[in-house]
């Protein structure tokens, strides 16, 4: 334990921590909460996860210095995100409740995402609590890097953002290219912008042997004979799952076969036209038949999958990291992304996969054709991409935030 840090409260007001990767609002943010507080309790810091309410307000312990408070914040039941804002104010109240309860407080509180920090800042500033934020996704960056006909994020987002990085103790970006475009984008002070890395689970993703991947491919339903490329995430516009299907239309076209395109992940909520528009699609190239959305799954059954593929593809228009991208790594399964913000981080070019400047749907099919067809390549990237994953960890993130967490709490 880092002196004066005994009681920290991560606040994921929007989604809980605990809610499954891959489903409605869920992702790489819900994993990096549970990772980084387990690390934490393991070094003696009692972690309150406050998140908001969708059914009854609860409290429970997750694991031994872990406790989950479910808060409650306007009507009862799931919002869309775009209600959130309405019950900032609300949610902030009940944090600040819950802060005067606990005997002794929080030595400070760690916002994820613009509504926690939107939320909790009022309370920090009452309290006089030290805020540290960590955006994971910023709206003006994704403005910026968003596909043409993309809905630009709302402007009380971008203001918001802008706000909260100006007045909290410490920014945390998880990729130079996030704290850059904290520091260009939203205005953050340099001085108080800190890069921290995410951390994979290695033990669970890591490759598995010839039959377990058989294993994989029958629990699946998948073709024991096609090699398998895996676009792992929620299915939105933002993650550029059309561009897998037409690098999958191309890859027939120039090699006169193609592999199965597993699309891991649930649909994001109001994304459902572009899901349907998905289907149509590859029904309009004729790939239809060699595409399997699988929904999402569960931690263990998406690290059997990335360790049964020949390869992992990314075509985001914007990552403020891609912690898919360390898992499929870690997993022993070469990457291929679109070269932008975060991914250019999360992948080490030519060691865990390939960095592509181009949304060229044929020059995507001609990189995925030759990974799959080249065997020692494949072979020798997988053993490099394992090194390389091993390089992050939840035990190294949580340290580093245990350092910033010192700094900015003072001395205890």
């Given at each position: 334990?880092?002196?004066?840090?005994?009681?920290?409260?991560?606040?994921?007001?929007h989604?809980?921590?605990?809610?499954?990767a891959?489903?409605?609002?869920?992702?790489g943010?819900?994993?990096?909460?549970?990772?980084?507080?387990?690390e934490?309790?393991?070094?003696?810091?009692?972690v309150?996860?406050?998140?908001?309410?969708?059914?009854?307000?609860?409290?429970?312990?997750l694991?031994?210095?872990?406790?989950?408070?479910?808060?409650?914040?306007?009507?009862?039941?799931?919002?869309?995100?775009e209600?959130?804002?309405?019950?900032?104010?609300?949610?902030?109240e009940?944090?600040?409740?819950?802060?005067?309860?606990?005997?002794?407080?929080?030595?400070?509180?760690?916002?994820?995402?613009?509504?926690?920090?939107?939320?909790?800042?009022?309370?920090?500033?009452?309290?006089?609590?030290?805020l540290?934020?960590?955006?994971?996704?910023?709206?003006?960056?994704?403005?910026?890097?968003?596909?043409?006909?993309?809905?630009p994020?709302?402007?009380?987002?971008?203001?918001?953002?802008?706000?909260?990085?100006?007045?909290a103790?410490?920014?945390?970006a998880?990729?130079?290219?996030?704290?850059?475009?904290?520091?260009?984008?939203?205005?953050?002070?340099?001085?108080?912008?800190?890069?921290?890395?995410?951390?994979?689970?290695l033990?669970?993703?890591?490759?598995?042997?010839?039959?377990s991947?058989?294993?994989?491919?029958?629990?699946?339903?998948?073709?024991?004979?096609?090699p398998?490329?895996?676009?792992?995430?929620?299915?939105?516009?933002l993650?550029?799952?059309?561009?897998?299907?037409r690098?999958?239309?191309?890859l027939?076209?120039?090699?006169?076969?193609?592999?199965?395109l597993?699309?891991?992940?649930?649909?994001?909520?109001?994304?459902?036209?572009?899901?349907?528009?998905?289907?149509?699609?590859?029904?309009?190239?004729?790939?239809?038949?060699?595409?399997?959305?699988?929904?999402a799954?569960?931690?263990d059954?998406?690290?059997?999958?990335?360790s049964?593929?020949?390869?992992?593809?990314?075509?985001?228009?914007?990552?403020?990291?891609?912690?898919?991208?360390?898992?499929?790594?870690?997993?022993?399964?070469?990457?291929?992304a679109?070269?932008?913000?975060?991914?250019?981080?999360?992948?080490?070019?030519?060691?865990?996969?390939?960095?592509l400047?181009?949304?060229?749907?044929?020059?995507?099919?001609?990189?995925?054709?030759?990974?799959?067809?080249?065997?020692?390549?494949?072979?020798?990237?997988s053993?490099?991409?394992?090194t390389?994953?091993e390089?992050?960890?939840?035990?190294?993130?949580?340290?580093s935030?245990?350092?910033?967490?010192?700094?900015?709490?003072g001395p205890?």
């Open positions: 334990m880092v002196a004066g840090i005994n009681r920290i409260a991560m606040i994921s007001m989604t809980s921590p605990v809610t499954q891959g489903t409605g609002d869920a992702g943010l819900n994993v990096a909460v549970l990772g980084i507080a387990a934490l309790a393991i070094r003696d810091v009692e309150d996860l406050l998140t908001r309410a969708v059914d009854e307000p609860s409290s429970r312990r694991l031994p210095g872990v406790t989950l408070h479910e808060l409650a914040a306007g009507p009862a039941g799931p919002l869309p995100k209600r959130l804002p309405q019950v900032t104010d609300e949610f902030g009940a944090v600040a409740r819950l802060a005067r309860a606990r005997d002794g407080g929080w030595d400070l509180m760690h916002a994820h995402y613009w509504l926690s920090g939107i939320a909790v800042l009022p309370v920090s500033l009452e309290l006089r609590l030290p540290v934020q960590s955006f994971h996704t910023i709206g003006a960056m994704k403005n910026a890097l968003a596909a043409a006909d993309a809905a994020e709302p402007e009380q987002r971008l203001r918001s953002e802008t706000f909260i990085a100006s007045q103790d410490a920014i945390i998880a990729s130079s290219a996030e704290a850059t475009a904290l520091i260009d984008l939203a205005g953050a002070p340099a001085d108080r912008t800190w890069i921290v890395p995410p951390g994979v689970d033990g669970l993703f890591s490759p598995r042997t010839e039959s991947c058989e294993a994989i491919r029958l629990a699946l339903g998948l073709d024991p004979d096609k398998i490329v895996v676009i792992a995430g929620r299915v939105q516009g993650k550029g799952h059309d561009l897998a299907i690098a999958l239309s191309e027939r076209a120039i090699r006169g076969w193609t592999p199965l597993v699309v891991a992940g649930e649909v994001t909520p109001g994304d459902e036209a572009f899901a349907d528009e998905l289907v149509q699609l590859a029904m309009e190239l004729g790939v239809a038949s060699d595409v399997r959305f699988v929904g799954l569960q931690r059954a998406l690290a059997d999958l990335l049964a593929a020949a390869v992992t593809i990314m075509p985001s228009f914007s990552e403020t990291f891609g912690l898919v991208a360390l898992e499929s790594a870690a997993s022993g399964t070469p990457v291929i679109f070269r932008t913000g975060g991914l250019t981080d999360a992948v080490s070019e030519g060691v865990s996969g390939l960095l400047g181009t949304r060229e749907p044929r020059h995507w099919a001609t990189e995925i054709a030759i990974m799959i067809e080249d065997h020692d390549r494949r072979a020798a990237m053993l490099t991409a394992r390389h994953a390089r992050f960890t939840w035990a190294t993130a949580a340290a935030l245990l350092g910033i967490y010192a700094e900015v709490a205890g």
